[in-house]
């Protein structure tokens, strides 16, 4: 019966020291600041509360032991702290600058070429042309931090200086905070690795393998953070607007001369040839198109309306007929033997009115008058 009794407890240990170095593991994970004595005391709750169900005498050993083990895992998983004091301070430099200069392209390969030789490089571009025709650039320069104050200088002898702002944020202790967290994970994440080397049961795993993903996670998370914060703090971005303006020329002499007079006429002159070419070349379209209608008319149309509109000639006047006889019922006379009478010489007292004289049937030789009549 002894040998029994001594046989469970020694099955139980394992469990025991897993259940306590997954509570040693969280609390690690949690915060930077924890220390190894509260490790140890959170490790002996979990045997402790273990110890209830079992045997009193072999659990109290096991407890013992899980919670010597458990101590000692603490110890090895918790990261030493960081000193503020003596950590390299860490500070993130902006500026933005306007300067208004009097060639864009030009004042930005200077402020290229200064970002270069100091170190730095040129990031975001953005050039564009406002409604007189100036150029307005925006441009992103990083340059090394012990070199900021320098290139900023010799930005803002560029040029005419329109605006500026500077702006400096200590990130020291976002820095430290970060870089102990970081040591904190990879500790917790060293740990259970360990402990999924000595695990035997699957479930076990399987926990384990959870918890380190999360650590794995958040480490990543921190570094990244990490990155961020040493990127922006060991190079100062300075935001460059460059405004380009025309050189006004001041003027000599009020009083325009000779030559004044005829360069504004020869300007006036060109002016106007410039404008009338333009004005050409503008009704030009307009004028092919006017043409090629009126000889499309000119040819197909208009010759179509003078034959249909052409006047028919004038007919000569009829002359007036003579009334047709009736035709005789009776056969023709013979022909007389006599012949015929001369005309009278002696013009007719009555005109008629056809131009002709007008002749009765017994005055025509050879024409018998017709019954009936006198």
Same mark, same amino acid.
């Given at each position: ?20 170095a ?9 915060g ?29 050993g ?6 010597a083990?458990?101590s000692?895992?603490g ?14 301070s ?5 500026a ?17 070429t ?11 571009e ?9 150029e ?10 012990e070199k ?10 560029s040029?005419?200086?329109v605006?500026r ?6 990130v020291?202790d976002?820095?430290v ?8 994970q ?30 794995? $996670?958040?480490?990543? /998370? #921190? &570094? %990244?953070?990490?990155a961020?914060?040493?990127? @922006?703090?060991? +190079?100062?971005?300075? !935001? ?30 060109m002016?106007?040839?410039?404008w ?10 307009? $004028?092919?198109?006017? /043409? #090629? &209608? %009126? ?6 149309? @208009?010759?179509? +309306?003078?034959?249909? !509109?052409?006047?028919?000639p ?27 009478s ?11 009115s ?7 049937p017994?005055e ?11």
């Open positions: 019966m002894r040998t029994r009794r001594s046989a469970r407890p020694a099955h139980a240990v394992p469990g025991l020291l897993l259940a306590a997954l509570a040693l593991a969280g609390c690690s994970g949690a930077s600041s924890s220390d190894s004595s509260a490790s140890d005391d959170k490790a002996a709750v979990a045997p402790a509360d273990a110890q209830g169900g079992a045997e009193e005498g072999a659990k109290g096991a407890a013992r032991d899980g919670a083990g458990s000692a895992d110890s090895r998983a918790t990261a030493p702290p960081v000193d503020r004091n003596t950590a390299t860490h500070v993130i430099r902006t933005e600058l306007t300067v208004r200069v009097q060639d864009a392209p030009t004042a930005l390969a200077d402020a290229r200064t970002t270069e030789n100091a170190g730095g490089y040129v990031g975001d953005n050039t564009r042309q406002d409604t007189e025709g100036h307005l650039t925006r441009v992103v320069l990083r340059v090394p931090a900021y104050d320098e290139v900023l200088a010799d930005l803002e002898g040029g005419e200086l605006e702002s500077a702006k400096a944020e200590d020291t976002q820095v905070d970060v870089e102990s967290r970081i040591r904190t990879r500790a917790s994440a060293a740990r259970i690795r360990e402990l999924m080397d000595r695990a035997t049961r699957l479930s076990d795993v399987v926990t384990l393998e959870g918890e380190l993903s999360t650590r794995q $996670a958040d480490l990543e /998370a #921190l &570094l %990244a953070r990490q961020s914060l040493e990127d @922006r703090a060991s +190079l100062a971005t300075i !935001t460059l607007t460059l405004s380009e303006t025309r050189v006004e020329q001041n003027a000599q002499d009020d009083d325009p001369g000779f030559l004044d007079a005829l360069a504004g006429g020869w300007d006036a002159f002016t106007m040839l410039r009338l070419a333009v004005a050409i070349g503008a009704a030009l379209p307009f $004028a092919v198109v006017a /043409a #090629l &209608l %009126a000889l499309l008319w000119r040819r197909a149309v @208009r010759p179509g +309306l003078r034959r249909r !509109t052409r006047p028919a004038a007919s000569p006047p009829v002359p007036a007929s003579r009334p047709a006889s009736r035709p005789s019922s009776r056969p023709a006379s013979r022909p007389s033997s006599r012949p015929a001369r005309p009278s010489s002696r013009p007719s007292s009555r005109p008629s056809a131009g002709t004289t007008a002749r009765t017994e025509v030789p050879g024409e018998a008058p017709e019954p009936g009549t006198k």
